[in-house]
Nanobody, 120 residues
Framework: QVQLVESGGGLVQAGGSLRLSCVAT????????MGWYRQAPGKQRELVAS???????NYADSVKGRFTISRDNAKNTVDLQMNSLKPEDTAVYYC??????????????WGQGTQVTVSS
């Protein structure tokens, strides 16, 4: 069973930092792209940041300059360093693996989500 396990969420004051981590189970051989999405109450899930297997990154305008995504291809992990957090960053953050290759083929996977709450 393929799983993406997230950690690092929590409660932080505005201006603070958090680091989210996501690890894919060992049954995944390679992953084309990994990313972090978030969903606030009453809003649609949105892309926060993504990174390809080659290291190309993409960020939502709202987090540029504050968040940094990184990955370890050998370990199938992706991290999101979040600095200068704002109350509007409050959401459930989800890890996603695009084009994850396993013995059963290639498909996308989602993590279960981790709550990030930024107090003002």
């Amino acid at each position: 069973q393929v799983q993406l396990v997230e950690s690092g969420g929590g409660l932080v004051q505005a201006g603070g930092s958090l680091r989210l981590s996501c690890v894919a189970t060992r049954s995944i051989l390679t992953i084309n792209a990994m990313g972090w999405y978030r969903q606030a109450p009453g809003k649609q899930r949105e892309l926060v940041a993504s990174i390809t297997i080659g290291g190309t990154t993409n960020y939502a305008d709202s987090v540029k300059g504050r968040f940094t995504i990184s990955r370890d291809n050998a370990k199938n992990t992706v991290d999101l360093q979040m600095n200068s957090l704002k109350p509007e960053d409050t959401a459930v953050y989800y890890c996603k693996a695009d084009g994850a290759l396993t013995a059963g083929g290639r498909r996308n996977y989602w993590g279960q989500g981790t709550q990030v709450t930024v107090s003002s």
